[in-house]
């Protein structure tokens, strides 16, 4: 089954303390990021990665890291957590349909609730 | 920044209604898509409209996208109860910055039986 995998679903940890929060894909998708969902604000993209070793930042990178060591995994990185990082995280990954311009459709994991306290 | 914002924040309807949202963005688009999330879960996509298309169907949805405007809306035809959710417009820009989705806050609707 196709899809987008996201460890753990729930987070509780301190301020400061480095967590990780994994993402993995099986669709062989070139394209992942991470967004975070505030409520009142949607989703607002912290990283993407157009392919492996290529990350770059999207709108709220502040206070996060990422990887792209392998196609498949994109994993998020709070090298020192802060109370306003508590949130809603989603990976997606995505793929590219149609001739230029092309489309992207993206697949979305089930979500990381962490709370930073 | 969002690009897209949806119009009505909230919306209650009866089963058997229809729903109808809106989303307006700010800047030139390659396509607009919208998306559903189930309660604190993960959104799924539901239909994708690209810039040079006016009008698209699939089963019980009707999108509609005016790019005079930067407008689109969404309508779900007779809807049913599994139809609560909340619904986010995305937008797709332009080729410069292909793949990064900009999303709206979201319509949360809740369809009563």
């Known amino acids: 089954e196709a899809q987008v995998t996201q460890n753990p679903r729930y987070l509780i940890t301190v301020t400061g303390k480095k967590l990780t929060v994994t993402c993995s894909q099986n669709m062989n998708h070139e394209y992942m990021s991470w967004y975070r969902q505030d409520p009142g604000l949607g989703l607002r993209q912290i990283y993407y990665?157009?392919?492996?070793?290529?990350?770059d930042k999207g709108d709220v990178p502040e206070g996060y890291k990422v990887s792209r060591k392998e196609k498949r995994n994109f994993p998020l990185i709070l090298e020192s957590p802060s109370p306003n990082q508590t949130s809603l995280y989603f990976c997606?990954?995505?793929?590219?349909?149609?001739?230029?311009?092309?489309?992207?459709?993206?697949?979305f994991g089930q979500g990381t609730r962490l709370t930073v306290v | 920044s969002q690009q897209g914002e949806e119009d009505p924040q909230a919306l209650s309807i009866q089963e058997g209604e229809n729903a109808t949202m809106n989303c307006s963005y700010k800047t030139s688009i390659n396509n607009l898509q919208w998306y559903r999330q189930n309660s604190g879960r993960g959104l799924v996509h539901l239909i994708l409209i690209r810039s040079n298309e006016r009008e698209k169907h699939s089963g019980r949805l009707r999108v509609t996208l005016d790019t005079s405007k930067k407008s689109s809306s969404l309508l779900i035809t007779a809807s049913r109860a599994a139809d609560t959710a909340s619904y986010f417009c995305a937008t797709d820009g332009t080729t410069d910055s292909w793949g990064k989705l900009q999303f709206g806050a979201g319509t949360q609707v809740v369809v009563t039986p």
């Open positions: 990665s157009m392919n492996v070793e290529v990350t």
């Open positions: 997606a990954s995505s793929r590219t349909t149609g001739t230029a311009p092309l489309n992207t459709e993206a697949f």
